[in-house]
């Protein structure tokens, strides 16, 4: 894309050289009726209107003067934008035609918005000349579109737009490229940032722009068909003066995007109403609309310290500054290319974020499973179990042989999940159950497990209710009768799935609410690994023993 736009620079450096050939263009005047002495360089204009009137199915006159001042190019060319189809003469002479003249009997065959003539060299020498079109408008016969020149080497008036729409669609094909990159990065990507698809639809759009624009140069449009190519370019443009904005204040957590950009809709909307017709008008407001709304979100994440705000804002101002000076057919692509560039940057940006909070997680992750394995192979634990275990085997064999399996079970479930950051919850109450059965073993009581509502499809952090299990043995005692029991009950709805894990026993540490040591900051890591942002998490006392509760959110909390 950077080739692309030192193409386009130096380009347009080279069509900005001096002028080879210089001329006078003077206002045309009218006049309905046909009369081929009208042709005439000397011919009397008296009575001759300068505005063309209603013509209707009638053939029409125009006749320009041009003053050739210097010619040091070579042959002359003449380029003229009219809507109708015309026969054109040079000093009296017919040096061509656009389309067919349309009469009362046979159909008029549109000729095209813009033409090249050759002129011949007998007729080319410095000095005044006239320039006169026999003209008939059937398609649009109340619209009053002038007649413009314009004189060149003919070389030049062929050559320099093919070479600027060369490079222009070198540029739209980098547009292109862009498009199809950042839709696959979208839609291939693990977690999908709108961001990314919102960037990938404006290159997409600002391709098609640049291809609309300049395929003029390429293909023969008859005028009919002039004002359909305009409205797709002012779509193309109002889309993109829409969507820059909706991007930045996505990408700079804009708070209260929707109000402005529903501002940002209005406007563009009452442009297109209020100036409808006038195309490169409107193209302008709109774009002006879109940098002001773009500024406004910038300057407010300068204020708030965003990454890449600052220069962002450089971007914007030197958009503005290369608008200014620059043709609009040219600046309004400049224009637009340095905000993409500003939007290029500020993804790199982000994109750097997400990998450093990738980083981040793949660390976390790490020290999770670790903190995981620890919680099954910590001295203590280890010790009280092979402890129990000895005294089991001693005493009774078949149960001691029981106890041995229920703890080989336990930590091979605890294997299986040691590298996983979600796992199906059926796993999870298996886990709780070979460690009840383990501590029932080494603390000689009677612990019951309960689970309600439980769906097979869920998935859930690996050892959280298990750690919570762990809590409940750690700090309740059995009630009167010699037993706890722990229960586990699941329920959702359209927005939230609940986990209710609870403990029925003597509460050993009265308080409100248990702040929890490690085993809690375990359980709120995991979530949030899993969950950024939409889960809660509570612990406190109850009337019966010890009560937790999991709420897991489709949104943020």
């Known amino acids: 894309m950077k080739t692309a736009i030192f193409l386009l620079f130096f380009a347009i450096l080279c069509t900005s050289c001096k002028r080879q050939v210089l001329y006078d263009e003077f206002d045309p005047v009218f006049k309905t009726g046909d009369s081929l002495a009208w042709s005439a360089k000397k011919f009397d204009e008296k009575g001759w209107s300068v505005d063309r009137g209603f013509t209707g199915k009638n053939i029409f006159w125009s ?20 809507f109708g189809a015309y026969e054109v003469y040079w000093d009296g002479v017919k040096i061509g035609t656009n389309g067919k003249l349309g009469s009362p009997s046979q159909p008029e065959i549109p000729g095209t918005e813009c033409k090249y003539f050759l002129l011949p060299d007998s007729l080319s020498q410095v000095g005044m000349h006239k320039v006169a079109l026999r003209t008939t408008q059937f398609r649009y016969p ?7 020149f314009k004189l060149d080497t003919y070389i030049n008036l062929i050559k320099i737009p093919l070479i600027i729409s060369s490079l222009m669609f ?3 094909g980098a547009f292109f490229i862009a498009f199809f990159y950042y839709a696959f990065l979208y839609f291939n990507s693990h977690k999908r940032s709108y961001p990314v698809l919102i960037f990938s639809v404006i290159c997409l759009l600002f391709f098609s722009l640049l291809i609309m624009e300049y395929i003029k140069y390429y293909i023969e449009i008859p005028y009919p068909e002039f004002f359909v190519r305009l409205e797709i370019i002012g779509w193309l443009t109002f889309s993109i003066s829409l969507l820059v904005p909706l991007y930045f204040s996505i990408q700079f957590s804009l708070k209260r995007k929707f109000l402005l950009l529903s501002a940002l809709l209005l406007t563009l909307v009452s442009i297109y109403i209020y100036q409808y017709g006038h195309y490169d008008i409107s193209a302008r407001y709109y774009s002006f609309a879109m940098w002001i709304t773009t ?6 994440a300068i204020y708030r310290e965003e990454k890449g705000s600052f220069l962002v804002l450089v971007g914007m101002l030197a958009s503005a500054v290369m608008n200014s000076y620059m043709v609009y057919d040219f600046g309004i692509f400049i224009f637009y290319t340095f905000i993409v560039f500003a939007m290029l940057y500020l993804h ?20 999770l499973q670790l903190e995981l394995i620890k919680k099954n192979i910590q001295p203590h634990f280890i010790k ?27 930590f091979d479930i605890m294997n299986k999940i040691a590298e996983e950051s979600l796992i199906p919850i059926r796993q999870e109450i298996s886990l709780c159950q070979m460690h009840l059965k383990v501590m029932g073993f080494r603390k000689e009581i009677a612990y019951q497990w309960e689970d309600f509502g439980i769906k097979d499809t869920e998935l859930i952090p690996p050892a959280v209710i298990h750690t919570l299990l762990e809590n409940g043995i750690t700090h309740n005692a059995p009630i009167k009768d010699g037993f706890m029991k722990f229960r586990l009950a699941f329920s959702e709805d359209l927005h939230t799935k609940e986990y209710v894990f609870e403990t029925i026993g003597e509460n050993r540490e009265p308080s409100e609410e248990r702040i929890g040591g490690g085993g809690f900051k375990y359980i709120r890591a995991r979530l949030e690994e899993s969950y950024p942002g939409r889960w809660t998490f509570s612990s406190m006392a109850s009337n019966h023993g010890w009560i937790s509760k999991i709420t897991l959110s489709n949104h943020a909390i």
Do not use: C, Y
Not at 142 to 148: F, K
């Open 170 to 172: 070198i540029m739209a």
């Open 348 to 367: 790199t940006v982000k994109m750097r974020e997400i990998e450093q909070a990738h980083e981040s997680s793949l660390l976390l992750s790490s020290r």
């Open 384 to 410: 009280n179990t092979l402890t129990s275990l000895m005294d089991w085997v001693e005493d009774s064999p078949k149960q001691g042989a029981e106890f041995i399996q229920a703890l080989a079970a336990e």
């Open 295 to 300: 500024m406004l979100i910038v300057l407010e």
């Open 142 to 148: 109340m619209l009053q579109r002038g007649v413009g």
């Open 63 to 82: 006749r320009s003067n041009v003053k050739l001042i210097s010619n040091s190019g070579g042959r002359l060319g003449l380029q003229i934008g009219a």
